[in-house]
């Protein structure tokens, strides 16, 4: 049986476990970039160039480096601009213009990837430039803005672009990985969503449970945060390992 924490601090300093205390830049800057959460979806980008047979390694630096200014600034950036999910202090211009930079930057990587491999690889930059914005911007009333939305955006998506820009085609294991990272990506979203709920909204927790030999425990913010979020810690450090581990052998290591 699992221990509740004994301090409830943790559970609600903060509105990520990676992002706990009061505000400062630095504070402010990690929140921003979701450390654990970008890191897990650039692993995509690793794994799913390592599928190659031959890997350009300038290729899948480019694409690490595309995905980081467009999904671990850009998209994080925009949607700290609707309604500050994460309390920052960031001047609203200074986010602004690490949008654009960072987005813009993104999408200039893919213009030299599109000058090397052809027309076909301007549907990915263009796909992705919509991701950010209506994902994150929830525009057209945000009928992108769900989980399934979330898990293809986020998993698949990156993915397919990787071993597209290593081979300029696709083979079905890209494909078949490509779901998996979905379905990696579905399963953080249904963790994540009741974390982020339960720090940044919820005022208090109630409750109790009581077992068949007459052990009661109490509910806390902090008992019900415990498991969902140690979970997504597991979870992002097994992908980030995996990716590297396939990195470290495709090396020869």
């Known amino acids: 049986m699992r221990p509740e924490p004994s301090e409830d601090h943790s559970s609600r300093d903060g509105p990520a476990y990676y992002a706990v205390g009061a505000s ?27 599928l190659a047979p031959k890997v350009n390694w300038s290729t899948l630096v480019g694409a690490v480096i595309a995905f980081f200014l467009a999904v671990g600034v850009a998209a994080h950036v925009l949607d700290e601009l609707r309604g500050r999910p994460l309390g920052t202090l960031l001047p609203k211009n200074l986010l602004i213009a690490s949008a654009v930079v ?12 599109l ?20 994902y994150n911007l929830e525009l057209f009333g945000g009928r992108l803005h769900t989980d399934l939305g ?36 579905a399963a953080q979203r249904s963790l994540s969503n009741p974390a982020r709920r339960i720090r940044r909204r919820a005022i208090s927790v109630e409750g109790s449970i009581v077992y068949d030999d007459g052990t009661v ?9 415990y498991p969902l979020e140690k979970t997504l ?21």
Request: charge should be positive; aromatic fraction near 12%; hydrophobic fraction near 60%.
């Open 24 to 50: 400062t830049r630095l504070r402010d800057i990690r929140a921003i970039l979701h450390p654990p959460y970008t890191a897990w979806h650039l692993s995509y980008v690793v794994i799913g160039s390592l």
């Open 102 to 113: 960072s987005l813009s930057g993104a999408v200039a990587i893919g213009i030299v990837g």
């Open 115 to 134: 000058l090397r491999w052809g027309p076909w690889f301007g549907l990915f930059i263009t796909l992705g430039v919509v991701l950010v914005l209506v």
């Open 150 to 185: 979330f898990a293809l955006a986020w998993g698949a998506f990156p993915v397919l672009v990787a071993a597209y820009a290593q081979e300029q085609s696709l083979r079905l294991s890209a494909i078949i990985l490509a779901c998996a990272a979905a379905l990696l990506s």
């Open 217 to 225: 425990e109490q509910l806390s913010r902090s008992y019900v945060l």
């Open 233 to 253: 810690r597991c979870l992002s450090w097994a992908i980030i390992i995996l990716a590297f581990s396939l990195l470290l052998f495709r090396l020869g290591y």
